[in-house]
């Protein structure tokens, strides 16, 4: 079974376009506090729903605490389909890929179809699912599997007497260079799903997690790369695929580099799948080198064809291009737009001075943050005498041009002991982060010295209305 890639790239500025998933939802899918809606209303909090786990096994807690979670909600049935495309995984090319012959972006046509398949225009992935486990202890006289296609693409799921699958994927290439170099070349990613429904509390959904990904690595089973899965991987799950060889290996954090002992962190060996010099043909050395992986960037990736209900859309894309923030006249802050890192042309007007604090210049501290009401910049203002200041301000989820909500007054003015510096009556952030509800942000006073200021998520929002 295969799908085609949508050929996109990730950007700095994400979101929009998602449809919202059905029955049960899930707040802050990246963040440490779970809170869950259901579908009727009922809110249930962190607390409520360590309460309700006590007593269920690793598996579900993990799934309640999102570690690994790429899907949840409260349809029992998923096609093989959908469930490939909610697991599916996140490609790096090596900036140097022989079959790439300099694409990036959306020109990027691998991996591509066998070559008894019907072509394609786009990225092509195979899936199966090899294996199904049952739930023992919830029998029922339907079967576990229904709407049987030959192709097995509409084939059902009944996640309610489920507990694992194992699903793989597979790569075509129609070369491999370099050391030992042939024609036609496979290569697999495995995944092992762990389904949870806590059926004494239904209400609460269906919810699928990866528990394991390990990326093979040249048909040899010591080459594996295992990674398992903790609360610090990233999803959808990313894959750096090794330069002219196109073996796999995990890269935990969505970072583009390959670390040691943390993007493999299970039966950690030599590091083989990410040795790019072997495209060179020679293998150097038998143990693992740091020289010997590339790093990866962002428009040498190609991501998968996630559903509009995925939770792990939002971040993806804004109409399948870069997005960044920027201050192009030194006075107002710009919305601007891209299919390459290094050329950005297209820019909107998003936001221009207005109050007394900003009246002579403006522009963004650092990156948006993401919350369920918009994406929350933080900007710095200079007034007529010449004093900086920090604001805030929010941005549409689904459009991050419109301006929905701005802080008429300073949230950061320097205080006695911040006005005098190299540069004296500044204070300035280069970006802050979220930590449950609330928004910790750290900032330089008048060039001399760094503090931290935080401010409750909630209180911020409600003074932007």
């Known amino acids: 079974m295969k799908f085609t890639y949508a050929v996109v790239v990730c950007v700095v500025l994400a979101g929009g376009g998602a449809a919202s998933a059905s029955g049960p939802r899930v707040g802050d899918l990246h963040g440490d506090d779970v ?145 030992g170099a042939h024609k036609y070349d496979v290569e697999a990613v495995e995944m092992k799903l762990v389904v949870v429904w806590p059926r004494r509390h239904p209400d609460l959904g269906y919810w699928v997690t990866v528990q394991k990904i390990t990326a093979k690595a040249h048909g ?18 990313h894959l750096l695929v090794e330069e002219g060889k196109h073996a796999s290996c995990t890269d935990k954090n969505a970072d583009g580099h390959y670390t040691p002992a943390y993007d493999v962190n299970l039966r950690v060996n030599d590091a083989w799948g990410v040795r790019d010099v072997m495209a060179s043909g020679s293998l150097y050395s038998g143990g693992f080198q740091a020289w010997m992986a590339k790093p990866r960037h962002p428009e040498h990736r190609v991501l998968p064809p996630l559903p509009e209900d995925s939770p792990l859309r939002s971040w993806l894309s804004v109409d399948g291009v870069y997005a960044m923030l920027g201050r192009q006249d030194y006075q ?42 918009g994406w929350l910049v933080l900007s710095h203002g200079v007034g007529t005498m010449r004093k900086y200041c920090i604001g805030a301000f929010l941005l549409d989820r689904d459009d991050p041009t419109r301006v929905v909500g701005r802080l008429r007054e300073p949230l950061i003015t320097p205080g006695e ?29 008048s060039d001399y010295a760094t503090t931290f200021a935080t401010v409750s998520l909630d209180d911020l929002l409600a003074a932007m209305a």
């Not at 360590?50 to 269920?56: F, K, M, R, W």
């Not at 598996?59 to 495309?85: C, M, P, Q």
């Not at 697991?87 to 990027?108: H, T």
């Not at 802050?333 to 009246?359: G, N, Q, R, T």
């Open 35 to 179: 809170v869950v809606t259901t579908a009727d209303g009922t809110v249930y909090t962190e607390a409520m729903i360590d309460s309700i786990l006590v007593g269920y096994p690793k598996s579900v807690r993990n799934a309640f605490k999102k570690i690994g979670l790429v899907w949840h909600g409260d349809r029992r049935y998923l096609t093989f389909e959908e469930l490939a495309a909610y697991c599916a995984p996140v490609l790096w090319f090596s900036p140097d890929e022989p079959l790439l012959n300099g694409a990036a972006g959306k020109d990027i046509r691998q991996p591509t179809f066998f070559p008894f398949e019907p072509g394609a225009d786009q990225p092509v992935v195979y899936y199966r699912i090899r294996g199904v486990q049952m739930d023992t202890d919830y029998a029922q006289e339907t079967p576990i599997l229904s709407d049987a296609d030959p192709e097995r693409r509409s084939t059902r799921i009944d996640l309610a007497q489920v507990r694992g699958i194992d699903l793989d994927y597979f790569f075509f290439y129609p070369s491999e260079e370099g050391l």
């Open 332 to 373: 107002n802050i710009y919305l601007m737009f891209s299919d390459h890192l290094h050329f950005w042309h297209a820019a909107k007007l998003v936001l221009e001075p207005k109050f007394p604090w900003e009246f002579v210049q403006m522009g963004n501290c650092g990156s948006p943050i993401e919350t369920e009401a």
């Open 417 to 445: 002991n911040e006005r005098e510096g190299y540069v004296p009556n500044v204070v300035y952030s280069c970006g802050s982060l979220l930590h449950g509800r609330l928004l910790v942000i750290p900032y330089g006073m």
């Open 220 to 237: 040899i089973l010591w080459y594996d790369n295992n990674l398992e899965v903790d609360r610090h991987t990233r999803f959808p799950c």
